[in-house]
Every structure is written in C-alpha cells, then in structure tokens.
C-alpha cells in the first residue's frame, strides 16, 4: 500500500503569557532532543508527537518517515491506526448511553450475552474496567473480554456500534480524520493517507495493518482530531464532569484501570493515560488533569509501548512518559534521560523519579537485547547499579522489574549466552513477594515458571504452569497456551 503526504515537518511551539511562567522554552526544547533520541533508540519509523496546555499547543512536531521505501516524510496529514486508545472513545460512548438511559453499569453481562460461559456476577462494569477475571470486581488483568462490549452497546440500543460511535463521537465533534477502519477497500475509498506500517526484526521490516473494529480497537486517526476529541472530553461536551470522574475512578480508585483508561497516582500527581499497540503501530495519551497537560504520540511501529509493558498499569516505565513528565510537570530538565555514560548517579533530590528513571531505562534496554546484544549488557549495569543505590529493592520491587530480569536470562537462553544466574535471588525473592500480593496474576506465574524451566526445575515449574492452565475465571490468552505446551511436554 502507498501513500501520498506532503513533504516536510510540522513544529508548532505555542504558548500564551501564562503558559510561558510554568512552562519555560527549555522544557520544550529538552523534550523534543530526548523525544529523537528515543526514536532512534527504539528504531521507530515516523513519530507523531504533541503536547498541549491549558487547550494550547505547547509543542508538536512529526519526525521521521510516513513511506520508508519513498522517502516520504510525516505530516499532519498521515493517519495512524491507534488500537487499543479505541477503548478510550468506548469508555466515553458506554458513559453517554449510561447518561441517556440505554444501559446501566451495573446490567449482568449475561443480559447481552447469555450464551458465554462466564459467571453471572460479572456485570458490563467489570468488562469494562478489565476486572472480570479471577476474583470478579477485585484485581486489574487486562483482558480481551473488553471487546464483548460490542455486543452489549448493540443490544442495548438496537444500533451497530459503528454507527453509535459516528453518531454520537465523530460527527457531533467534526472528526474529519477519524474512522472504525474495517479493510483495506476503505483506505482505496476514502483515499485514508495512513502512515505504512513496520516492524523491527532483521532490521526494519515491512508490515501490516490489522483490519476490522470492536470497542477494543479499530479506530484510525490523527493528532488534529485526538486533540479535538481530548479537549472536548477535557470540557465535559462529550460527557457530564461527574460520568468523566466515574471513568476514572471505576470500580475501585487504588486499581490502576477506571472505565476504558487507565488512572495511576505518581509524584503526588493523578495520571490518567491509555496507549495502543498493534504488532506494527503503537500510540500513547497521557493527561494530568491537575496541570491540564496533555501528551499524545503516534508511532509506525510497535516499539514505543511494547518495550515499557504498559499492559501490568504503570505508565511510569515508558521513558517517553518519563521525558514528558520531568520536562514539563516535575522541573528535572537538568536530568539525563538515559545514562549514556558509567558515571556516579548524581545525588537528585527526587530520589524516587530517579529510580524509576534508571529502572525504566533497564526495562527498555532489556527488550531491545532481542536486535542488540550490547543491551544486554546496558540492562544489567542499569541494574546492578539500581540494586547497590537503592538495597531496598523488595520496597519497591513490581511486576515490570520480575519482568526485567527473568526476560534476561531469556535473551540468554535463546541467544545460547550460556547461563545467565547473576539475578536469580533477586527474581525468587522478588516472585515471593508478588504472588503473595497476588497469587492468581497469570504473567507472575509465566514469568516464574519459565525462570525455574531455565534452571530445570521441572516441579516448581509445573506449579506455576499448572497454576495459569487450571486458574478459575481466566480467560485463555497467549500465556495458557505457552504453559498448556510445556505441561504436554513434560508429562510426569
């Protein structure tokens, strides 16, 4: 497929008087320097990327390329499939046909769909705050039962979701560049310019677009219209305040999901975010509602939310979340984003932000060690320096940290490094103290029972796979099937 843009690069630094008091130029300017060393360091293709205060754009700018083949740059003109930030726009439509009448929260999802095989204590609340698995209502696992939400919102209304959703979002806001994008027909007629596709692999490769929609994904769009719909949700004309708190808060305010976005505290600040991810595009949408700051980014690969595992809830380990973060709302713009150099860490008063800095580096590095063996080596310097700066690592120990350091020792493995032991006490104290939070978390459980298959310890790791196959309420995903083959493979 191929498109047309127009050439060149769009840079837009706006700001009124009283944006220049909280928001000096060197923010912008340190942001935009860290925003093109990350598009190099994750090999992204072309990067959309905007940030807007106070309904005012602050910075924006597309880098790179929309066509690598022909050399056509990004513009504002490219489209982007933005997956699953589709559940953003669902969120907001279930909330106004909860306002209008046409459905309530708390409906039993047997309602709309009494033929599924799941519990009749699961309610459309649950599907949509991705807390329906394990014990109903209780605990965060993002699922893809988000999507039988179709469903509900047609037999609700006795409307298709397509046209709820152009009814009720695209046409009242004038989304001009916004679409539910079913095949490639629809790009030939509606002459859609979205920016091709790429993966990373041998190098960057050629790829795909995924086809047909649901509330969980489909939508296709651009910076100009997920500005327009962002500040309407901002202004309370798509929604009521009150129905855009619930959305925020939902079934509990201590998990890390509301209703259809996600909602985390960090540095004293409320951050509610969503993000895509296609196997070729990835998207990103950071708010904080307390500084009416907004980021959104739009990327041709898949890599500016796959490395940061942005599925277990913690924004905070996107270094592109992090940039924005200390340029713009933390004032650390004197702190290196990444850590080219093996000097002491200086001594910065926001010890916290720090850690996080240099864990989030060591998680990215880690993922990148699949095309580049060096980052192999930078993941575990990061590291090693993490754990003799801050001892304490059971203090604030998380699911992206197990991830971290047993993906090592997977990169390992398969690049037959020979063993990799340096973090297995970390990895098994750090395993008891999640799945005693959290016995029933099915990635603990993945990433504990590969950890003892590499060290042969076939009894604790057909615990923990026998563990995801035999879980009650789980829906079967990529990691049942992985832990199904390896129970196969290891009969007793």
């Not at 201590?254 to 259809?260: A, F, N, R, T, V």
Request: hydrophobic share 40%.
């Amino acid at each position: 497929m191929k498109s047309l843009y127009v050439f060149g690069a769009v840079l837009l630094l706006i700001s009124s008087c009283a944006q220049k008091e909280e928001i000096i130029p060197t923010s912008s300017e340190k942001f935009a320097t860290e925003v093109k060393e990350l598009k190099e360091y994750f090999q992204i293709p072309g990067l959309a990327v905007s940030v807007e205060k106070n309904n005012e754009i602050v910075y924006q700018d597309y880098l790179g390329y929309a066509n690598l083949k022909s050399q056509i740059k990004l513009d504002s003109t490219a489209l982007f499939p933005i997956a699953s930030l589709t559940k953003v726009f669902s969120g907001v439509l279930m909330m106004k046909l909860v306002e209008q009448g046409r459905l309530s929260l708390d409906d039993s999802l047997k309602k709309y769909l009494p033929e599924v095989g799941v519990s009749d204590s699961i309610l459309v609340k649950h599907i949509l705050s991705h807390t329906s698995q394990g014990e109903i209502g209780k605990k965060f696992y993002y699922s893809s039962r988000f999507g039988a939400l179709t469903t509900v919102i047609e037999k609700a209304t006795g409307k298709s979701f397509e046209t709820l959703m152009t009814e009720e979002i695209f046409e009242p806001l004038g989304l001009k560049n916004t679409y539910l994008l079913k095949d490639s027909l629809q790009i030939v007629q509606n002459k859609l310019k979205i920016a091709e596709p790429y993966r990373l692999e041998n190098g960057i490769e050629n790829g795909f677009i995924d086809y047909g929609f649901s509330t969980s994904a489909g939508i296709v769009s651009n910076l100009g219209d997920l500005r327009i719909f962002n500040q309407a949700f901002d202004d309370n004309r798509l929604i009521s305040e009150s129905s855009r708190n619930q959305m925020f808060t939902g079934v509990d305010e201590k998990l890390p999901y509301g209703y259809g976005i996600f909602s985390q505290q960090f540095e004293g600040l409320k951050l509610i975010w969503a993000y895509g991810q296609y196997d070729c595009y990835s998207s990103l949408l950071l708010k904080i509602p307390s500084k009416k700051i907004t980021l959104t980014l739009l990327a041709n690969n898949n890599l500016m939310s796959d490395p940061a595992r942005l599925i277990y809830g913690d924004v905070t380990a996107s270094l592109f979340a992090l940039s924005f973060l200390k340029n713009y709302v933390l004032s650390l713009e004197d702190m290196a984003l990444l850590e080219i150099k093996k000097t002491e860490a200086k001594r910065y008063v926001d010890q916290n932000f720090y850690r996080k800095k240099l864990l989030s580096e060591a998680l990215a590095a880690s993922f990148m060690a699949r095309f580049d063996q060096n980052k192999m080596k930078t993941s575990t310097a990061l590291l090693h320096r993490v754990f003799l700066e801050y001892p304490n690592y059971l203090e604030y120990a998380d699911i992206n940290l197990l991830h971290n350091l047993t993906f090592l020792k997977d990169i390992a493995f398969y690049k037959e490094l020979g063993e990799f032991n340096e973090f297995d006490k970390n990895i098994e104290a750090i395993g008891v103290k999640l799945l005693k939070e959290d016995s029933n978390d099915p990635y603990l459980h993945m990433y504990m029972g590969t950890y003892y298959d590499r060290k042969g310890d076939n009894d604790q790791a057909r615990y923990h796979f026998e563990h995801i196959v035999n879980a009650d309420n789980f829906s079967k995903n990529w990691y049942t099937s992985e832990a199904s083959n390896w129970i196969k493979e290891h009969k007793e």
